[in-house]
T-cell receptor, first 110, second 115 residues
Framework: RKEVEQDPGPFNVPEGATVAFNCTYSNSASQSFFWYRQDCRKEPKLLMS???SGNEDGRFTAQLNRASQYISLLIRDSKLSDSATYLCVVNVLSNSKLTFGKGITLSVRP | GAGVSQSPRYKVAKRGQDVALRCDPI?????LFWYQQALGQGPEFLTY????????KSGLPSDRFFAERPEGSVSTLKIQRTQQEDSAVYLC?????????????FGDGTRLSIL
């Protein structure tokens, strides 16, 4: 079993749609959680950190459930510019490395 | 300020050749990471430096892979006797030295193709 598993994709949605991505992680010692965004042929960029209380940044909402070892990302009112690959990322502080999921590709169509 | 800089941006080599990939982290960032990203996959950890010390090299796939950061700033990832399966994007990331974790900032990567 991979350490971080994401929903298979791709997602193809119309502008304005709400889309949700899910992710599970296997290491219960994981302490930090993130969503990164990666555009085609570009480097991953931090989209947002994920906290147990849930957090929101504009149209983006991230949730963490430590008991279920589950992370989610909700994108509301999707825009064409949201088209990208979204990577679920966890970190175990004791060794600092980031562990990435495979990523899920979102295409938003006009 | 300047971000993480990697060079070359693209590298094509024949199987069996040695290659060297360079990473210049954000100024003042103590931690430096190398990742390998195969097509259609998420990045996979290779190795981690804190200053000049290589604290974790558990992700290096074979002894053909070697990384160094002799002065605690610029790092070089060297791959000897390259194989076709080494073809991937090699990403470098850096983060500050705070005891509390700070997100890693990635460079554009080096796209390596082995013929």
């Amino acid at each position: 079993r991979k350490e971080v598993e994401q929903d298979p994709g791709p997602f193809n949605v119309p502008e304005g749609a709400t889309v949700a991505f899910n992710c599970t992680y296997s290491n219960s010692a994981s302490q930090s959680f993130f969503w990164y965004r990666q555009d085609c042929r570009k480097e991953p960029k931090l989209l947002m950190s994920v906290y147990s209380s849930g957090n929101e940044d504009g149209r983006f909402t991230a949730q963490l459930n430590r008991a279920s070892q589950y992370i989610s990302l909700l994108i509301r009112d999707s825009k064409l510019s949201d088209s990208a690959t979204y990577l679920c990322v966890v970190n175990v502080l004791s060794n600092s490395k980031l562990t990435f999921g495979k990523g899920i590709t979102l295409s938003v169509r006009p | 300020g300047a971000g993480v800089s990697q060079s070359p941006r693209y590298k094509v080599a024949k199987r069996g050749q040695d290659v060297a990939l360079r990473c210049d982290p954000i100024s003042g960032h103590v931690s430096l990471f190398w990742y390998q990203q195969a097509l259609g996959q998420g990045p996979e950890f290779l190795t981690y430096f804190q200053n000049e010390a290589q604290l974790d090299k558990s992700g290096l796939p074979s002894d053909r892979f070697f990384a160094e950061r002799p002065e605690g700033s610029v790092s070089t990832l060297k791959i000897q006797r390259t194989q076709q399966e080494d073809s991937a994007v090699y990403l470098c990331a850096s983060s500050p030295s705070d005891p509390e974790f700070r997100p890693q900032h990635f460079g554009d990567g080096t796209r390596l193709s082995i013929l």
